[in-house]
């Protein structure tokens, strides 16, 4: 039976507050267990008492995620937002590159950045990769045990990468490494302002920096954009500074979560820890499980261009959408025991990097990243410890990236 009411109708008890607290960086929020049990499309209510759509069946979202009828254009009318300070950052600002537009705009701006991320492009970084955090976990031992890893690996690690990979010079990385952090994890007091504040500030640094490389040109992805599309007039210094700051704010703060948040769920998990030192070509599975089951970016939201009629609902146009990728990725449907970690599944069908058009274009970057920090780390410093139980680590908010706030480890 087709049920064509409005996303606003549902009664409040039905459609419980929206996003939920984890408790535990790892494990689903403890209200996600009453959301699983209620079906892949339901109601929720967001901050603002707006009702939206919550996809949380993986089947389902592997059809709506792909569907050009849901804009990601934060600029759309009735596009929902999860906390007040995201919805004040984008009114502030014009909608972010890739990841806050529709086709065919959106197309013309993956055509342009994509070759900056293939496979081989990846694999050449790989050795740069190594020697970076080999030189952290160095620093880290020379400094002695205990340590804060957020800061002294998990973050550095990623932004020294992304540096490499678009042509940034890491020699400035304390000053957009900090302003990362406010953009996509920025949880306190005047927060909209910070971000917007912090993300103003990496914007004006990258168009000095591309001003620069136009007279002297260098060898990473900022100096080819500036060849390729600049100079033939395919973009402004403008959208090129804007493409260059969601990239490096892209390639820092997601990577160093999950890196965080990878240590803390392996070491919580020591019989999978052993699997994975006893057999090293693990590795690949246990990131990928890692993705699945950590989920870091959960709630990835859209509003409907058009009706759709999906799962037996009508999502009428203007309605807004949030994708659980958590939910997705821990669907009974789509995974036995899917609240098991175990690094032996065949995880790689995850939506951990989103689904469809918009799907992570850093991804091999992020997993060669993974792969060379837990390897590096768990064979550097086999010893290695987390001081508090993971309950009781700092999170980030519901709102944004999940991941943990400080990470106090000893050896
Ligand atoms: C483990 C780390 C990462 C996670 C969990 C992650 C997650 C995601 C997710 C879920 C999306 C889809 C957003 C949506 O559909 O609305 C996405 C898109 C994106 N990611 Fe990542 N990401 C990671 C690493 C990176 C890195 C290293 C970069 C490097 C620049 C990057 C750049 C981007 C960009 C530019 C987009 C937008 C793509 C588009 O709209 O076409 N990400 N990421």
Redesign the pocket.
Known sequence: MTDTSDASAAPVGEAPAYPMTRRCPYRMPVGYEELRGRGPLQKVTLYDGRQVWLVAGNELGRAL?PDPRLS?DVLHPGFPFLAPRIAAQTRQRAAPP??GVDDPE?AR??RM?IPG?GIRRIAALRPRIERIANGLVDDMIDRGSPAELLTQYALPL?SAA?CALLGVPFEDHAYFDERSRHVLSSSGEGEAETAYRAFSEILCYLHELIAKKEKHPGDGLVDELIARQLSEGAVDHQELAMMCS???V??HE??A??IALGVVTLLEHPEQMALLREDASLLPHAVEEL?RFTS??DV??RVAAEDIEIAGRTIRAGDGVALS?MLMNRDPRAWEDPDSFDIRRAAGRHV????????????N??RA??EIAFRTLFRRIPDLRVTRRADELPLNAPYV?QGVAELPVAW
């Open positions: 995620f990601s890739l990841v959106h701006q993956r950045t991320f990623p992304i969601l990239l490096l892209s390639g997601t990577t979560n999950m993705m870091i970016g990835l939201m990728t951990a990097f989103g689904y469809g058009i918009h799907q992570c274009i850093g991804q970057l992020a990243e993974m990236l």
